[in-house]
Structure formats: C-alpha cells, structure tokens
C-alpha cells in the first residue's frame, strides 16, 4: 500500500546548511551503551535506522576531550584518530541508506565526574553538579574558555574527518554551553556572566568558531533546553529561550530543542506514565517564532497523525524522536509504505533509558527485543531467517514472552498453537495496564496482538487458543507438537517470601481475608479496607503503583519497606513524579523497616538496621551481632504483600518429569521463557521468547547462542602509533 | 447414532476488494475465506453430546455443497473431532441458491440416515437463514431455527431445546427425531484444534460425490434448481444522513422541506 496523502508533509526535504534531510523524520541524539568503543554495535544501530527511513540519525552525547568524561555512565567520544576510525564505521552504513549521520559534541562541567580521565571538569563557576553530587568544576578563566571553544574546534574538525554531516554544540541537559548561558550556575562578573548578552557569549563564540572551522562541510546544530523549568532564576523559553534563539540564528543551520535539565531529565524524555505525546510543545512551540533556521523538537512522537499536526500547525518543521525511533527502527518506512498500524509504538516505559543511568550496559527496549542486538546477534527488527525445520510449536502462554516468541516463530513459518487461559493476548500486562498511567505500556500486547493475528491468516495451521482450560502436562505432551515453549509466567508470593530473609515470614497468608497479594487486588474480588499497609521487598513499579492507586481510591496507605523503595525507577527517570505523586495523596513511607510476623490486622515491624553497628564472633548457634530490638506492631485493615515473585513453571516441571514419554508422542524439546523461567522485567521476558524463536534450531534453543563481541584486542594500539605494551616512566 | 452436520466454507472480505468483471459477485482474490462461524457451534453442540455419552457410539459427519477450495472447512472440522467430512459437487452445482443447496444437502441427509441434522442459524456471509430450514422441507423432518440450547441423549426418541424468538422472547420445546435445528452463537464455547488434531485430518479422507450418487438430476441443480439467482452485485451509493435539531414541531417542519425539496413538489 501507498502512504496516506495526509502524511506527504512529513516526506518533504528540509534543507540544513549544506546538507539535505530526506524527510522530516530525525533520530536525536541518544545513547545506547556503544559509544566509540562498540564500533560495529554503533554502526549497526544506527544504520538499521537509515535503512528503516529515518532521515538523520546522531550519536548519543560524544566526549571532545578527556575532561569531559562521563564514566560510570557511557558516551561516545571522539578524543583521537583511534575514535575517528571507529565512528567512521558508524557514518558509513548510515551513508550506505542515504541519511545524514550526526555527531553531538559534548562538554559536561561539572555534570562530568571524569572517573576514568581523572581530569578536572571546567565550568562557568564552580559549583557543585546537582546531578553528580560529589563532582565540582574549576572556573575558567579568560584563556581556559579559549583553550575549551578549541576542544570543541578540534573535535569539529576530528567529526567531519569521520564522515559526520552534522556537527553539534550540545548545550541541552544543561551541558556547558548552557551552563554559561544560565544564571543558576553562571554566578561570574566578567563578559562571560551578567547580563543576557554575556552569558550568550561562550555559546556564540563556539558556534561562530566551530562554524568557522567545518560549517563549509557540515550542517551546525546547536541543542537548546530552550526552558529549564525551574522558572525565574534559570532559563525560561519566553525570555532567554526565545531571545538566545534570535541571537543565535544566523550561526546554526538547525535548531533541536527540548526542555529541562540533567539531574530530572525525565522531564524532557518524559514517562508515558507521566506524559503524554506532545507534552513538550507548550514551550518549544514560541521558538519556531524567532527561528529562521529550521527547528525540530521532540515528545515521544509515535503517531504520524500527531507528527503531521506538529508540523503543520507550525510548531516544528522536523519530528526529533529518540525512543519511538528505538521502540520501531522502521517507523518512517511504515509510514510510507501505509502499514501505520504496523508500528511497534513505544510504551513509554523509559526502559531504555534506565541502562544508561546504571552506568550503559548496552540498552533494551522493551518493546523491541533487537535493539541492541543488531550486531552482536544479527538480529534485523524486521526480516527473520526462514523457519529450519517443519516442527510444529505449542506455546503456553499468551504473555510478553509468549507472544512475542510466537509471532517470531510465525514469522519465520512455524506452524505455531499459542494457547492460554486468559480470553485476551498480555498475560500479567493486562493487570499491570489499569495501574496509574501505565495505559499506554498495553501498546506491547497491542503489536502482539496485532501482528498475531495477521500471521495467523497467512499460515491457517497456525491458531491462537484462547480462554482455554489451564494446560495440562498430559494435554500438552499429546498436543501434537514437535516442540513445547513454556511461557506460564510468575505469581507474586503469597507467603511474605522475599529477597532479605528468604523465607517466608510468620503469619503471611494471602487466603486470609485481610491479607492480598497484587494479583488479589486487580482482581477486585477481597474488600480491602481503610488503612492499608503495603508491605514492600520490590525496588520496581509493583509497590508505589498500588500505594498511587490505593490512595486515589480513598484509603490510607503506609508502604513499609525493606528495600530502596522504587529504585528502579531512579534508572528510569519515573522516579522524581512518583514520589511527587505519593506526597500529594499523603501515602506514608516506613524506610528500611521489614515485617517479622503477621497477625490478624497488625503486623510486627522492624528497623533493619536495629541489631547493632559490630559485629562479634560469639561461636556457633549465636548471631554476629546484637538481638534488634527495635521490633513494634503497626495496625491494617488490608495488608498488601509486594515482597517477591516465583515462576509458574509446574507444567515444566511436571513435562520434565516426563521425558521418557517425549519420544512415544513426538516431542523433541521443551523449552521455558519469560518469567516462567525467572521473574524479571518485562523487556528481558520479551527477549527470551524472542531470542529462543530464533535459535529454536539449536541443539539446545534453552541456553543462549555465544554472541559477537567488542573487545579491545592485546597488543593492538586503539590509536596509531600508541605502544600497547606494558612500559613504565623511569 | 448419527449426527449430520451441514458446514460452509464462508467468505470474509478485507476492507478493499473489486466486483468481478460479470457484476455477479467479488472477485475471488479478495477472499478470506474460513469455517462459517455458526457452524463452529454446531459442531461443537455435536462434539458435546458425543463426548458426554461415551458408552453411546455417537458418529459426527460434515457435509458441505461446495468445490474442494472448501476441504480446507471441512479438515478444520476434522481436526476438531468430527469422524467423517463428505463434500458433494460438480460443475453443475454452480450458481446454486440455498434452496438447491438444501436440496442436495436432503438428498445427503437420506443417504446417511441421521437422527439429528445441524445447519448453522446463517452464514456469515451471506446471511440468507434459509438453508437449514429448507432442508427440513425437502425431508419433511420436524425442526427448529435459532436453537440456543439443546438436551439430546443419543438413542433417545426426542430431543428437547430452547429457541430464540423476536424480541428477547424465548421457547422450551421438544421435538421427535429425526429432526432438523439450526444452531445459534453462544449456546456453547467451540473448542480449537489441537495440532495432533490437525495432523490427523490431514490424513483422513473427504468423501466426494457428485450429485448423481446422491440421486439429483442436472436441473435438481444449479441455477436450473434455484429459486433466486445474482443478477447483480454493486456497492450501494453513498447516502446522506443528517440528524434534524429542534423540538418535535422543528424536526416536522425540516422533515417535510427535505421530503418536498426531494419530490420537487
Ligand atoms: C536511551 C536514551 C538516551 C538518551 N541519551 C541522550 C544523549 O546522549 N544526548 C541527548 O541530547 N539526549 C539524549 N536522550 C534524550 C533524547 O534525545 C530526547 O530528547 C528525549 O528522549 C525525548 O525524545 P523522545 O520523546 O523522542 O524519546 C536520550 C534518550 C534516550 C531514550
Ligand atoms: S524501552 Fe520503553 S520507552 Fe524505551 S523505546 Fe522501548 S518501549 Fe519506548
């Protein structure tokens, strides 16, 4: 099928200095734990995009010189020829497709911890980072801004060697140039602070150098938080933003804007628990009014109809998109090609982000199990190798894991029964989608489902049997099929088990009436009462959720928590809100306090910390440390139990158990995925129902096939004419 | 004991399709074609009574008007259980309307003898609602449309059900066997095949006849045995709605313009 004609908008060129953007479809710049050091991870993600029809695709931030290093966190860099070789791996496939590579030069201050350089960050004054608590930068004098705008001169120049077409002054995420730029950390008295014009003056001056040295070859790109949202005080769109753009202007050939800063950067790359499509425009839509350069911006854009009005209503003329490009690599060539509702729409989820914030092992997505996995498995997110065999598949369960690994499978040309007891497609994902705000994570069913169901007509052997009776071992092992895929899933404990004691704790019981497990609770069947006590093991969603939900329907809720409430969701920049939500529906939180027993409407808590600072051997049979006495009662109407997962794999076991009859009935293997293999998120189930419909030829599709590493090689220089062997001053 | 189960290979269309070059229907194409969903019920209606009295031999048998693009139906319904699939046809069948459908299908049903005979209530395409009722016709066999709940034992003389009527009503009746019903969605949830399932109708074999072994002249059937025939199919004319605002004497007053501005009078 053709584009819909309503979508020609978004197929038009826009010119950006001397280069042409195909379209006006742009992956901005994110990271995906590749770096410079990842080359092939790099080039391989990045051009599936170019292939995938996206018209300029960016490196995530990239270093210009050893002061400015992220470490723990990963970037890109480009300090020397050894990085100029590696990232031209990356330019040329995405040339290959015919798009525009870009490269976002960074410069973090103080923000920069500098763990692997050990260099000293620079900034506009010395302040300590908000984000990176402990790091604080040196002011720079006169000649240390020269020595800096020359950092990123350089690296100009090390860019367009390695085949860049649009070079980036990165001054969003409050970056230096922004740093210069706003008053919170600019607190100088010079020509570089003050006044408006001379907090500009850093930034302009780089543009006009960095211009100077490679803008005859490259497109200039300045990304602007064109509102900080810390009202009076930093920068606002309707002041400095709008004023710093008109300055600006002649210098740069296209303007990216979003809002925000580092340290609650969830508020640019925003949660679809919190944020819907779009939510940036209130403010980025004043800057297409002073801008004469074209302006792209940014807001989880996945809907070709919202991108059209973007760009139509005149509040962009280029759609930035970074995690709807990672959710469906293929986005604009869907699009084009009217397959619309073959988009893999992200979720919102901001999984991907949470691998950055740990420190960039290589990103996931939750909704699409190949990112990351393009080169080191080969994993193409839209073309799959024929199927190896005619054996025919029984998978149990329709969850995540389930039903991502049956629409693989069907596309490669299984004959596949995907079978479950539930009426719909989404095991767990259908409970976890009416908890507050998380409506949009049901786009994962959503694809699933979809796709399931056209695979199912192409392939009339093919069926999805839903509804059913639960699967019995017997049932399944005379099925039919060559190959069994155990996708059951995971329960939350009903006893108190959890990952501190172990055990289960004395007393829990969710047959109780006053006591529930989450499942209990979506099911609405138990009455929960007024006061209700969440009793908390899990460092996720599962715990504040219920609190959010709880509170909102009325009753009064104390989470006790034995764990880093909601952790995880530091990592996924979901956190900030959730607490801020929490605070408006005055849930109570009891930190590092465990439960020791359960009764009928209290439970005993303690301080996890109560049994003592030493620690003494006292021989055998006595503990280390002294008796915690810290031990009290805390009464409940309703007691939620949120301390741990076990997987449902019974039918696995009971079909193990079972071997010898494998043979009679034609079985040939049994495979178990997803959380039926052990609770984890929802992106890592995906993963294994996907990874094992590629592999399932393997003599052994349970346990991963070796992947393709990056190392650094002994005894080869990462740069020309570095020595790689051991050698000491002396 | 034996039940008779009349089953159609009916058609789905996408939401683009064409009109065949001679007016007369879509062009093939375009067809998705899949097990008419009414028959999946009454299939399984049979299913049930033969699972749930094992110690009476219970024979389902599927039996279709059709050209072998419909085996596809009828090993479906193999696949769920159904011990036998027969499909009657030849080129002189084409063109047949549900009276002449049902008509080969009676002539199946007095070879075959069975005690019950099921059709669906319709077909999900084209909705006529005729076939299983004219089939009691030709048979002269007590019947029932619309069944939405049956009690049968097999061996027993009757058979006793509820049916649906206009207007949410209901009936309780019995009725003697050999009987005809047409079965309704819901009165059971139909089961999926399993793969063995599958399997195993792969290699069963489909009993075909043409109309002569089931004793039909040529002009019992085809056009020459129907009542009705296509002349032609086109997709309506879009129409305009309008919802008229104002109380009752408002929406009169514009009603009556529209009606005179139409008429021109
Ligand atoms: C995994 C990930 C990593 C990111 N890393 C960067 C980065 O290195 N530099 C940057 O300017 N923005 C980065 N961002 C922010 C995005 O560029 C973008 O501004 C934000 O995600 C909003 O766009 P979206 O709604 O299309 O995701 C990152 C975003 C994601 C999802
Ligand atoms: S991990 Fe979640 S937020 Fe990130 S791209 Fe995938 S679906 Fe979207």
């Known amino acids: 099928m053709a584009r819909d004609p309503k979508y020609d908008i978004l197929f038009t060129p826009v010119q950006i200095g001397p280069k042409t953007l195909r379209n006006r479809f742009y992956q901005v710049p994110h990271c995906i734990g590749a770096g410079s050091d990842k080359p092939g991870f790099q080039a391989a993600h990045r051009s599936i995009k170019a292939e995938g029809g996206w018209a300029g695709i960016n490196t995530e931030y990239c270093s210009i010189h050893p002061e400015s290093d992220d470490t723990h966190r990963l970037s890109a860099r480009i300090w020397d020829k050894g990085d100029v070789h590696n990232l031209r791996a990356m330019t040329d496939h995405i040339h290959q497709f015919g798009a525009l590579a870009g490269v976002e030069m960074w410069y973090g201050g103080a923000h920069a911890p500098c763990m692997e350089s050990r260099a000293t960050p620079r900034g506009p004054s010395q302040y300590a980072s908000e984000f990176e608590t402990l790091t604080y930068c040196r002011e720079m004098d006169l000649s240390d801004i020269a020595m800096v705008q020359q950092y990123y001169v350089d690296a100009a120049l090390r860019s367009r060697d390695a085949g860049f077409d649009i070079v980036y002054v990165y001054g969003a995420h409050s970056y230096l140039p922004l740093q210069f730029l706003s008053p919170y950390y600019n607190k100088r008295t010079d020509g570089y602070g003050g006044s408006f014009k001379n907090r500009a003056r850093f930034w302009i001056e780089t543009l006009e150098k960095v211009r100077a040295a490679v803008g005859n070859d490259c497109a200039i790109a300045t990304r602007f938080a064109v509102d900080t949202l810390y009202g009076p005080g930093s920068v606002e769109v309707e002041e400095d933003g709008m004023r710093f753009v008109e300055l600006a202007d002649p210098l740069v050939d296209l303007w990216d804007v979003d809002v925000g800063d580092i340290a609650e950067w969830g508020e640019d790359a925003g949660p679809s628990r919190f944020y819907l499509q779009g939510h940036q425009v209130p403010w980025t839509r004043y800057i297409k009014q002073v801008a004469k350069k074209p302006v792209l911006g940014v807001g989880r854009y996945t809907d070709p109809e919202k991108m059209t009005e973007i760009v139509t209503k005149g509040y962009a003329d280029i759609i930035g998109a970074a995690r709807p490009s990672i959710a469906d690599p293929f986005l604009p060539k869907k699009v084009e090609e009217g397959r619309v509702d073959d988009i893999r729409v992200c979720i919102g989820c901001n999984v991907c982000i949470s691998r950055w914030e740990i420190g960039g092992p290589p990103m996931i997505c939750t909704q699409n199990a190949t990112a990351g996995e393009e080169y080191r498995r080969g994993w193409h997110p839209e073309r799959f190798p024929k199927k190896g065999s005619e054996d025919s598949v029984l998978i149990v369960g329709a969850g995540p894991s389930g039903s991502e690994c049956a629409r693989v499978l069907m596309e490669r040309g299984y004959t596949v029964h995907l079978y479950d007891t539930a009426e719909k497609i989404g095991g767990h994902l259908n409970s976890v989608v009416t908890l507050p705000g998380l409506g949009e994570w049901g786009y994962h069913r959503d694809y699933r489902e979809t796709q399931i169901g056209k695979l199912v007509k192409k392939n009339k052997q093919s069926q999805v049997a839903l509804g059913q009776k639960p699967m019995t071992a017997e049932a399944a092992l005379t099925y039919g099929a060559e190959k069994i895929v155990i996708a ?161 794999d019974s039918l696995h076991r009971e079909l193990n158990a079972r071997q010898s009859e494998w043979e009679a009935n034609g079985v040939k293997a049994v495979y178990l995925i997803g959380d039926a293999e052990a609770p984890r998120l929802i992106a890592d189930a995906t993963f294994t129902g996907h990874r094992v419909a590629r592999e399932i030829e393997e003599a052994n599709a349970q346990f991963p096939k070796a992947y393709k590493r990056e190392v650094a090689i002994w005894g080869n220089p990462h740069s020309p004419g570095v020595n790689p062997e051991i050698e000491y001053e002396s | 004991m034996k039940i008779l189960i009349a089953i159609k290979q009916a058609i789905a269309l996408d939401e683009d399709f064409e009109i065949r070059a001679d007016g007369r229907d879509i062009e093939e194409d375009f067809f998705l074609p899949d097990l008419n969903e009414w028959d999946e019920y009454s299939l399984e209606e049979a299913m049930l009574i033969k699972e749930r009295h094992a110690d009476t031999p219970v024979e389902v048998v599927c039996v279709t008007i059709a050209p072998d693009s419909a085996d596809e139906a009828l090993r479906k319904c193999l696949a769920k259980g159904a011990d036998r699939a027969i499909r009657v046809w030849d080129e002189s069948m084409e063109g047949s309307d549900p009276v002449a459908i049902a008509r080969a299908l009676a002539a199946v049903a007095k070879k075959e003898a069975p005690d019950l ?46 049916r649906e009527l206009e207007g949410g009503l209901s009936q309780e009746l019995r009725l003697p066997c050999p009987a005809v019903l047409t079965i309704q969605l819901g009165i059971n949830k139909p089961r999926y095949a399993s793969l063995r399932g599958m399997k195993l109708a792969a290699a069963k074999p489909i009993e075909t006849l043409a109309p002569g072994d089931i004793g039909l002249a040529t002009n019992d059937c085809g056009e020459s045995g129907s009542l009705a025939r296509v002349r032609r199919m086109y997709v309506p004319e879009k129409q305009r709605a309008q919802i008229l605002a104002g109380d009752v004497a408002a929406q009169a007053k514009a009603l009556a313009a529209i009606i005179r501005e139409a008429t021109g009078s």
């Open chain 1, 488 to 648: 059951t899933g995971s329960s939350w404990n009903t006893d108190g088990t959890n990952c501190l004691t172990h055990d289960p704790i004395p007393g829990a019981d969710a047959s109780q009436p006053d006591q529930l497990t989450p499942e209990q609770v979506f099911s609405g069947k138990k009455p929960i009462g007024k006061r209700v006590v969440i009793l908390n093991a899990d460092t996720y969603f599962m715990a504040p959720s219920l609190a959010e939900k709880l509170a909102s329907e009325g009753h009064e809720v104390t989470i006790v928590s034995g764990v880093h409430l909601a952790n995880y969701m530091h990592f996924t920049l979901e956190y900030p809100n959730m607490m801020r939500r929490l605070h408006e529906l005055h849930v109570e939180e009891l930190g590092d306090h465990f439960c020791s027993k359960i009764e009928k409407g209290r439970l005993e808590i303690y301080n996890i910390w109560g049994d003592g600072s030493r620690r003494t051997y006292r021989g055998p049979g006595v503990f280390p440390r002294d008796a915690n006495k810290t031990h009290r009662w805390l009464e409940f109407d309703s007691l939620i139990l949120v301390t741990g997962r076990h997987s449902d």
């Open chain 2, 117 to 162: 005979f099921f059709a669906g209530v319709q077909s999900s395409d084209h909705a006529h609602g005729a076939t299983g009722i004219a089939v009691a016709g030709f048979l002269g066999w007590a019947h029932s449309a619309v069944v939405a709940r049956l009690d049968y034992t097999p061996g027993a003389k009757e058979v006793a059900l509820k």
